[in-house]
């Protein structure tokens, strides 16, 4: 029985070795085959629209915040969230600032807040441009599905009288499949937890294009 238990421990040990080697540290210089082309797929992909549920976790809170609604993607270009429920608003994201439109169809321009400033090179998948803040872990194929893993690189602030303190580092996970991504997993240690799933994509129409080309204007 010892014996049995410990070539059990002896296989399941071997297998999350090979499970943690398979994830591989990425230079921005020289991106993996398979991350480059997925890089390429979604560029050439263009403009996406689909449906979105997105669960907002807090320490203080016992359940999460559940808001449902439909993305428009266009790459390059900027990003048009829709939201449904709770309450009904329009967020287009570009690479200057973003534009609110509440439900009585009031536009407001502000310019890009801090939470949503890694939101486009998220979408375009903009390696080079994320590396500056974080350190990018890659595991899979161009052909499957396939993980990015962002750490954040570690900071010193300033905090109070000359001190300095060392901030809990952003997380975040990308997953998808192909040329497509599903999901978006954003982790603040001690103060949200963001998961976005994404669903029934498909490309959209010239109409489609349109109308998020209009949101997006301040």
Not at 129 to 145: P, V, W
Not at 189 to 194: C, D, R
């Amino acid at each position: 029985m010892l014996r049995i238990l410990t070539v059990i421990s002896l296989i399941a040990a071997t297998f999350l070795t090979n499970l943690r080697g398979a994830e591989v540290l990425v230079d921005p210089a020289a991106l993996p085959a398979a991350l480059a082309r997925i890089q390429s797929d979604i560029a050439e992909g263009g403009r996406i629209t689909c449906a979105f549920t997105e669960s907002r976790s807090f320490p203080f809170k016992k359940t999460p915040s559940i808001l449902e609604g439909e993305s428009d993607y266009m790459h390059g270009e900027g990003i048009v969230l829709r939201y449904a429920s709770p309450e009904k608003r329009i967020i287009g994201i570009r690479g200057n600032g973003i534009v609110e439109t509440d439900s009585s169809g009031v536009k407001k321009f502000h310019e890009l807040p801090r939470q949503y400033e890694n939101m486009l090179s998220l979408y375009d998948l903009d390696i080079r441009k994320l590396a500056d803040g974080f350190n990018i872990y890659f595991d899979g194929d161009d052909h499957r599905s396939w993980a990015i893993r962002l750490a954040e690189k570690q900071g010193l602030v300033t905090a109070g009288r000359q001190r300095e303190a060392r901030t809990a580092p952003l997380g975040i996970t990308i997953r998808g499949e192909g040329g497509a991504i599903r999901s978006f997993e954003i982790v603040k240690p001690g103060a949200i937890t963001i998961a976005i799933r994404m669903e029934n994509a498909r490309r959209m129409t010239p109409e489609e294009t349109a109308a998020a080309a209009e949101t997006l204007k301040p």
